[in-house]
């Protein structure tokens, strides 16, 4: 039977104790952590506060300022482990009086909740120094003592250990902050620091410059002295940087030969422009690694990040921006972000987000151009050329929009989506009973070197006999690995004809031909368009075919735009022709109808007999 406690009994331990008692929940994990939730009339007595004060307070209601640090530890650690003790400490009452109390602590505990109680009693006790206001802890039993001396061991210890391993913590929080080469900070805390900056630039309107730094010749350095001397320019370009900063500027290596500096604005620009001016001026400087020397020039690219600016997280991205019009304009200099770059990347980001649109709606259209056999002036075929149809700007031609989508990582999504539109258009112009013989689509390097791509040829319905595949940027082929050279194992097993593009131009390699062994051989119309007029260009041109021809390819002459263009180029030994003058890249309807007209037959010129570049000494492959 559960005893209740009558009401009257319970008023007199309340009112007569002289013990002051409390009882204090604890937190469940810490017997340290506690609110006072009960106490009696002798503790507000002894302690000098009202019941409703002590309630809600902590323990430390009974630790005053004086007591000495060895039993504060002794008294955390007994109610921290939940162990049953008693000690004398030195408190101070509500009102500042200092005094001593016996105080000891049970621990009580409720099985039904889980709670954790402490009944704490406190009896005042006389003490000599505390009459004369000079308290002092009372002379310890010998048991109290050794506890004593046992905690403070402990304390010591753990505080050594604290200190050992708040000194790890910050080394290792250095260590994650800095770049290892250079010391600098690395991109991680410069990504923390911007965005403190741009906080403070909106709260307080605290301007400052980004100046974006990029080696114009570290590769090159690299390459040439070794990778020790490539990691020692870098340690003395941020030497420099620091050397020319001031504490309060940020100076971080974001990787690479990449650097760039944070610096308040002050009263003037003048301070960031001399800044630049520095950095690109003591770059140009001599830089010399075991006795070797070079020079490495820097750009720099500077955004101004203003209170009240529309877009301040754009600050850094601007800095970017600038910095490719430095290189652009010529390396080793350094140039402002202005108002046409702000606008140029605000089209380029408009252009950015209505292409992802533009893929979504799918509004790429396939235009064609053809091409013609160099001996029978006849169609061999068309290249599929995208465009598109913009819905307010109209038909946009690839330059408008390819690199962007390059950059954005979707040219291999247009190449996708125009390549589903071929087979309608095939059959259409089939159905019509205009001869197009076979279709060639351009293939960027990441299509190649995406799996679906075979799967999208093969469930195409396109017969692969009428189907050749040019191949762009084939320099990057050598990156690609095993996936691009099963997919050109798998054309060629299917009788897709491979004609590698471009070729002389930085986007073919030779190296990609004597990989891809293509079919078929393209050269770039920056190469054949200048040789009716400067038969100098011929010879190189020739040699061009010539490596073709003698790697059994057959060999196309791209951007032919003249009769007499287009009677040279067939003489030097190029087997098909293509170019504006047989007609720009048109729409499948202009197409259908030029092939019904012509029945095929684009170029009637043909006459070697009124040949009148004959006898003009062309080169040795014709
Ligand atoms: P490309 O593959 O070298 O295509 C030939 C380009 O030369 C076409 O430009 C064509 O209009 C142009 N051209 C042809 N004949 C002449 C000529 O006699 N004179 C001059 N001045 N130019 C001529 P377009 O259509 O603007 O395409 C430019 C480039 O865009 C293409 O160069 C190709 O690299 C890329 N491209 C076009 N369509 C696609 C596509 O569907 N996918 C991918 N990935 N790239 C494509
Ligand atoms: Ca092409
Ligand atoms: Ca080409």
Request: glycine content about 8%.
């Amino acid at each position: 039977m559960m005893l209740v406690i009558p009401a009257q009994i319970y008023d007199q331990i309340n009112d007569k104790c002289t013990e002051g008692l409390a009882l204090a929940l604890a937190s469940n994990e810490d017997g340290a952590i506690m609110e006072f939730q009960w106490c009696n009339k002798a503790f507000t007595k002894i302690t000098g506060y009202a019941v409703s004060e002590v309630i809600g307070q902590r323990g430390t209601i009974l630790i005053g300022p004086d007591l000495g640090q060895d039993i504060h530890l002794y008294i955390i650690e007994k109610l921290m482990n939940w162990e049953n003790f008693s000690t004398k400490a030195l408190n101070n009452r509500k009102n500042g009086e200092v005094y001593w109390q016996r105080m000891s602590w049970i621990h009580l505990s409720d099985t039904e909740t889980g709670d954790h109680w402490w009944l704490c009693s406190i009896i005042e006790e006389e003490n000599e120094q505390a009459k004369s206001d000079k308290p002092e802890v009372e002379e310890p039993t010998t048991s109290d003592q050794e506890s004593y001396a046992r905690v403070f061991d402990k304390v010591q210890r753990l505080e050594k250990e604290n200190t050992r391993l708040h000194q790890l913590a910050k080394s290792v929080a250095k260590d994650a902050n800095e770049d290892a080469l250079t010391g600098l900070s690395n991109r991680r805390h410069f990504e923390v620091e911007v965005k403190t900056w741009i906080e403070n630039l909106k709260t307080r309107g605290t301007e400052f410059a980004v100046l974006y730094i990029d080696l114009d010749r570290f590769k090159f350095v690299n390459d040439t002295l070794g990778h020790e001397a490539g990691d020692r320019l870098l340690v003395s370009v941020a030497n420099m940087l620091r050397e020319m900063t001031c504490k309060t500027d940020l100076v971080a290596r974001l990787g690479g030969d990449e650097f760039v500096i944070l610096k308040p604005l002050g009263k003037s620009a003048l301070n960031i422009s001399s800044l630049a001016d520095e950095i690109v001026r003591r770059t140009r400087e001599t830089f010399t690694c075991d006795g070797k020397s070079t020079s490495c020039s820097a750009s720099v690219g500077v955004a101004i990040a203003k209170a009240g600016m529309e877009d301040p997280e754009q600050i850094v991205a601007d800095s970017d921006e600038a910095l490719y019009h430095a290189k652009s304009q010529g390396k080793g200099r350094w140039s402002f972000f202005t108002e046409e770059m702000h606008a140029n990347s605000i089209a380029v980001k408009q252009l950015a987000s209505d292409l992802l649109l533009a893929c979504e709606r799918r509004e790429f259209l396939p235009y064609f151009q053809p091409l013609i056999d160099a001996k029978s002036g006849n169609i061999i075929g068309a290249e599929m050329l995208v465009r598109w149809a913009h819905p307010t700007k109209g038909i946009l031609p690839p330059i408008a929009f390819l690199d962007t989508a390059a950059n954005m990582g979707i040219l291999n999504r247009v190449d996708q989506i125009i390549f589903a539109c071929l087979h309608g258009a095939m059959s259409r112009l089939d159905q019509a009973g205009a001869n197009l013989p076979r279709v060639a689509v351009n293939v960027s390097a990441a299509r190649l070197a995406d799996p679906t791509f075979i799967h999208d040829i093969k469930s195409s319905g396109i017969d692969p006999r009428r189907l050749t595949v040019e191949i762009l940027e084939s320099v990057y082929l050598e990156q690609m690995g095993e996936v691009f050279r099963w997919t050109i194992d798998e054309l060629d097993e299917l009788g897709v004809t491979i004609a590698l593009d471009d070729f002389g131009t930085g986007h073919a390699s030779i190296r990609g031909l004597l990989e891809i062994r293509p079919d078929i051989l393209k050269i770039d119309r920056h190469f054949i368009q200048p040789v009716v007029q400067e038969a100098s260009t011929r010879p190189l041109v020739a040699s061009i075919i010539e490596i073709g021809k003698g790697l059994g390819m057959r060999v196309v002459a791209e951007g032919v735009e003249s009769e007499e263009h287009a009677q040279l180029v067939s003489d030097m030994g190029c087997d098909y022709l293509q170019g504006y003058y047989f007609g720009k890249p048109m729409s499948e309807d202009n197409l259908r109808k030029r092939l019904i007209e012509t029945g095929g037959n684009l170029w009637t010129g043909r006459s070697l007999e009124n040949d009148p570049i004959k006898d003009r000494g062309i080169g040795q492959a014709c």
